[in-house]
């Protein structure tokens, strides 16, 4: 069974910053990547994800040079650190996990967490 536990959201003003954090829960974690994903209206798109064995990361245009994911392998935890954060950063949050190569799409993930609320004032 495998459990992903969004936390870390919040209301917060422009230019500032959050950490997100996802605990990860499973009996054999051999997942290929671990991503966030986020939700304002009806799609869903993807933030960024890193690939678990290496470490490498991709992130959506509209955060690079402001988001950092991470993960700490010896805790099962993922991590999103975000600054100079947006009005237009505001969404639900999620957490999801993958275990075959691949894009970052939401449709390519299989295991989702139940999302935190971040937002945004101006």
């Known amino acids: 069974q495998v459990q992903l536990v969004e936390s870390g959201g919040g209301s917060v003003e422009a230019g500032g910053t959050l950490r997100l954090s996802c605990a990860v829960s499973c009996y054999t974690c051999d997942f290929y990547s671990l991503g966030w994903f986020r939700q304002a209206g009806k799609e869903r798109e993807g933030v960024a994800h890193i690939?678990?064995?290496?470490?490498?990361?991709v992130y959506a245009d509209s955060v690079k040079g402001r988001f950092t994911i991470s993960q700490d392998n010896a805790k099962n935890m993922l991590y999103l650190q975000m600054s100079s954060l947006k009005p237009e950063d505001t969404a639900m949050y999620y957490c999801?996990?993958?275990?075959?190569?691949?894009?970052?799409?939401?449709?390519?993930?299989?295991?989702w967490g139940q999302g935190t609320q971040v937002t945004v004032s101006s």
């Open positions: 999801a996990a993958k275990r075959r190569s691949g894009r970052l799409l939401p449709h390519e993930y299989d295991y």
């Open positions: 690939v678990t064995s290496g470490g490498t990361t």
